[in-house]
């Protein structure tokens, strides 16, 4: 009996692990078509979407996202920032972060939306579409995280494309990395399996882009 249950744990854990394995590459190669590293070559969108992270602790992440949008504002390849994170605790709020950085390199504050709301990814990607009316956007973030937005995106048939923020150091995103796998097997089952919604939605934001 004992050998029996070990048997089947050890084919469960086999069977996640592959399932985790071929979500990562399914997500990664059907992405492939929609990111852009380089700003020349990236089509024009009204509308950026910034994803979140944590502001704090030099987060390399927040700081090369925070430049990756400023490129393209710069550049002309988007008109407005909706800027999208967590902010459901008392004392953390990546979108006023992410605004006040903006600000600091020059974005002006009429070209800069706040969404409070953002508090995954698939939050961010789906509020973007039902609450502000948006179903034609860049989506701004690293590569890893890009992908995984380009996959939720395609699922609600929202016209996404994206733009690769500076990668961070291998050791500094050791574990992002690795909790990627995971991720993106849950982001599978989430949209496939468990049909999972946003969080909140509320009522709709006209933009004027």
Do not use: W
């Not at 574990?175 to 919604?197: F, G, H, M, V």
């Amino acid at each position: 009996m004992v050998r029996r249950l070990i048997k089947i744990s050890a084919a469960l854990v086999v069977l996640a692990l592959l399932f985790a394995l071929a979500s990562y590459y399914v997500i990664k190669k059907n992405a492939k078509p929609f990111l852009y590293s380089e700003v020349e070559n990236i089509p024009a969108n009204k509308i950026g979407l910034m994803l979140g992270t944590s502001p704090y602790f030099a987060n390399q992440y927040f700081k090369n996202r925070i430049e990756a949008a400023v490129q393209l504002f710069q550049s002309g390849k988007i008109k407005c920032i909706i800027v999208s994170g967590d902010n459901h605790v008392e004392g953390y709020d990546e979108p006023t972060a992410m605004k006040k950085a903006l600000l600091l390199r020059g974005i002006p504050d009429s070209c800069i939306v706040l969404d409070y709301a953002g508090f995954r990814t698939l939050d961010s990607i789906v509020r973007c579409k039902e609450v502000f009316g948006k179903n034609e956007f860049t989506i701004i973030s690293q590569e890893f995280h890009n992908e995984r937005a380009i996959f939720i995106a395609e699922k609600y048939g929202i016209k996404a494309i994206a733009f690769n923020a500076k990668a961070v150091t291998k050791s500094y995103g050791f574990k992002t990395a690795l909790r990627e796998y995971l991720a993106r097997a849950k982001c599978i089952i989430d949209l496939y399996i468990l049909n999972t919604q946003p969080h909140f939605l509320g009522e709709k934001i006209i933009l004027n882009y």
